[in-house]
């Protein structure tokens, strides 16, 4: 097969859904107009059940029910809200429930199901390393979020990267994933896109839940969370421990592999802690905070060495205080004052050899301020604009107890400012279409001022069928470690002379309603991305242009009331441009991804099949002696298949299970990296 694209067969339509952003309700006959959906909203859900036939529907306002009523004890709310987006690019979300029928235990295990995702550091034997890339882009050149607030803090040396498990999984309400012209309202470095991660409010009487887990590789893992609502007081508290050896064995080459044949230095250990109160105020005013922690401890299986002894802890705090106001008499102008901190402690250490010591420290802090005030100047016409201020600073220490490396000890303290302007103008003619324009001026104490625009349009043709296209600059600055710092654990050498990534990102789409049952996304996408930032003669440099385009296919069947489906693809084809690899794929990322799944649940009881082909990648530092110095060997592809289910034991407890990988195939995951074959995952969850 050829690696380079994957012809999906005619005969899977009978078991595709994906998340289409007009498509929520099955009910409707058509896709909607413009005029009939306030100005732009959008949902897409991934094997999200409806009620099944026999099942006993639950009369408003009962404990059970989730609908905001004028009972205070019983109103639902998020921490985050909804976010009002144009509907020129494709919104995709995933809500609790969905997450919870995955298993999944990060942030990353929710985004590998999504469109555009191919994420490889999540997994058994994930190394931090390998990475997490959105339309062929990395972490560091999207935006992730929580409630709207930024937790990128654009570092990426000593392993400093972006951590997608700094949020308990219990606590998420759902996962928004974004671009277009979301890139001016949260980042002009969203060459990929936008992720925000919306977390749970408490709702009606106080309502305890909980889940323990044990599996292959000595895996436990523990949730636990605590809401409710009192008058207008609302909270949620979430804890989650997770802990895996990942000791099992992989085949000679593999990456870490030790004297006894198994992975070595691969565990991870995480604490996660979550919290949240709401108030409201008084009819137009209300405040909400919310606090996460998390202590991190894994050891490191760098590929690039023939055993890595290195080990990584992360200690990260994240704070948001957030005060909405009403300015109009309705719903027509709401401002939103958002206060932030964040603070990400990165330290590696390890011996070098049998003699030598190192350890490198990044210690981020980032105080955020934004003002967003979305105004609805007309039925057909909605400004959102605001103000971003971030300040960050970074303190890094550099020790080497190697002769050679001891001249490049230091410590580093620097900082930057960033503030920028940013404003969408929606608007919406002849009920048909949709135009926005978007901009973003940046100013930053760095890099001086830059000015990003967007620009989106959404045509309904026929009640059945909508087109829509997006185009935004980007720039994505260099980190201050990349800047100012040695890596003394790769020994890199920093670049103060780097210059921004800069480029654009595009999509074209269109949303089909095939039948009553089944309705289609589809978005072909690309972005260009010029002075990328790479390693030269191990020294950060400006290395060259990369250019992606790939296409995302989005299906969605109903295949009864209790049964559902879905499918995610992604082609990507993320080409260099110039230097030594001109015209390789960029390591790492495949060219097709594909994720399907068909599920079942009533009355408790629940059963969900999920397929993942992987077309493979290349590898990435291996080079392939009859191509001079081009690194052109490719991983094999692969196709995995889990299953996960529920079997409820009375009302308030079930007995949950996952067994992953159940062909019992050890594939290469990426880069010399393997799975260690069938896994299984076995627990109880209760509410109370």
Do not use: C
């Amino acid at each position: 097969m050829d690696r380079k694209f994957f012809v999906l067969p005619v005969s899977l339509l009978s078991l595709l859904v994906a998340v289409p952003s007009m498509a929520a309700d099955y009910e409707q006959s058509d896709i909607p107009n413009l005029n009939e959906i306030e100005l732009p909203s959008t949902n897409a859900e991934l094997l999200t059940q409806q009620p099944g036939e026999n099942e006993v529907k639950k009369e408003p306002n009962s404990e059970g029910d989730l609908t905001p009523t004028n009972d205070p004890d019983i109103s639902l709310e998020t921490i985050g809200e909804k976010d009002l987006l144009p509907e020129s690019t494709p919104t995709y979300v995933i809500e609790k429930e969905e997450i919870k029928k995955q298993g999944a235990t990060s942030v990353a295990d929710v985004l590998k199901k999504m469109p555009g995702f191919a994420i490889n550091d999540v997994g058994h034997g994930a190394d931090i390393h390998t990475g997490t890339y959105y339309r062929g882009a990395s972490i560091e050149q999207s935006v992730f979020l929580i409630n709207g607030r930024p937790i990128n803090a654009n570092i990426s040396t000593y392993h400093g990267a972006t951590d997608l498990n700094s949020i308990p999984v219990e606590a998420i309400e759902r996962v928004e994933l974004y671009s277009g012209t979301a890139s001016s309202l949260y980042g002009s470095s969203a060459f990929g896109g936008v992720v925000n991660i919306i977390t749970k409010a408490g709702y009606g009487k106080p309502k305890l839940t909980g889940s323990l887990e044990f599996g292959s590789l000595n895996l436990n893992n523990q949730q636990l969370t605590y809401g409710g609502s009192t008058n207008k007081v609302k909270y949620n508290f979430s804890f989650e421990r997770f802990f895996i050896d990942n000791r099992y064995p992989v085949p000679v080459g593999a990456a870490n592999r030790d004297s006894e044949g198994k992975l070595f230095n691969a565990d991870t250990a995480t604490s996660t802690y979550f919290g949240s109160v709401g108030m409201d105020l008084d009819a137009k005013n209300s405040l909400s905070l919310d606090v996460t922690t998390l202590s991190s401890r894994r050891g490191l299986i760098y590929f690039g060495f023939p055993l890595q002894k290195d080990r990584l802890d992360h200690d990260g705090l994240n704070v948001g205080l957030s005060w909405k106001t009403k300015l109009g008499e309705g719903e027509d102008s709401n401002l939103t004052t958002t206060l932030g901190y964040n603070r990400d402690y990165f330290s590696t250490y390890g011996p070098t050899g049998a003699t030598f010591y190192r350890t490198g420290v990044l210690d981020t802090q980032q105080f955020k301020t934004r003002l967003d005030h979305e105004w609805k100047l007309t039925e057909n016409h909605q400004l959102r604009w605001g103000l971003d201020l971030k300040n960050t600073d970074l303190i890094a220490n550099v020790l080497s107890t190697n002769p050679v490396l001891i001249p490049k000890n230091e410590r580093e303290d620097r900082s930057v400012l960033n503030t920028a302007l940013f404003a969408v103008n929606t608007w919406v003619i002849d009920d048909d279409i949709q135009i926005d324009l978007g901009l973003r001026q940046s100013f930053d104490s760095q890099f001086g001022s830059y000015f990003n625009p967007s620009a989106g349009l959404r045509y309904t043709f026929s009640p059945k069928v909508a087109f829509r296209g997006s185009w935004a600059g980007a720039q994505r600055n260099p980190g201050l470690d990349q800047l100012y710092v040695f890596d003394t654990v790769h020994n890199w050498n920093p670049n103060p002379d780097l210059k921004p990534e800069t480029g654009s990102t595009w999509t074209a789409g269109v949303d089909i309603k095939f039948s009553e049952k089944l309705l289609g996304q589809f978005t072909y996408f690309g972005n260009s991305l010029d002075n990328r930032l790479g390693i030269i003669s191990a020294k950060w440099q400006n290395i060259g242009l990369v250019d992606t385009k790939g296409l995302e296919t989005a299906l969605q069947l109903k295949v009864s009331r209790n049964w559902s489906t879905f499918l995610n693809y992604t082609y990507t084809d993320a080409q260099i441009k110039t230097g030594t690899e001109t015209g390789l794929q960029l390591g790492l990322i495949p060219y097709s991804w594909l994720q399907t799944g068909i599920g079942y649940q009533k009355d408790g009881w629940e059963g969900n099949l999920y397929a993942t082909y992987n077309s493979g990648s290349r590898r990435s530092i291996f080079n392939n002696s009859s191509a001079g110095q081009k690194n052109t060997d490719f991983a094999p592809s692969f196709f995995n298949l889990d299953f996960g289910g529920r079997i409820p034991v009375n009302k308030n407890l079930g007995l949950t299970f996952y067994l992953e990988n159940i062909l019992g195939e050890q594939y290469e995951r990426v880069n010399r990296i393997y799975s260690p074959g069938f896994t299984f995952r076995v627990g109880l969850s209760s509410s109370l």
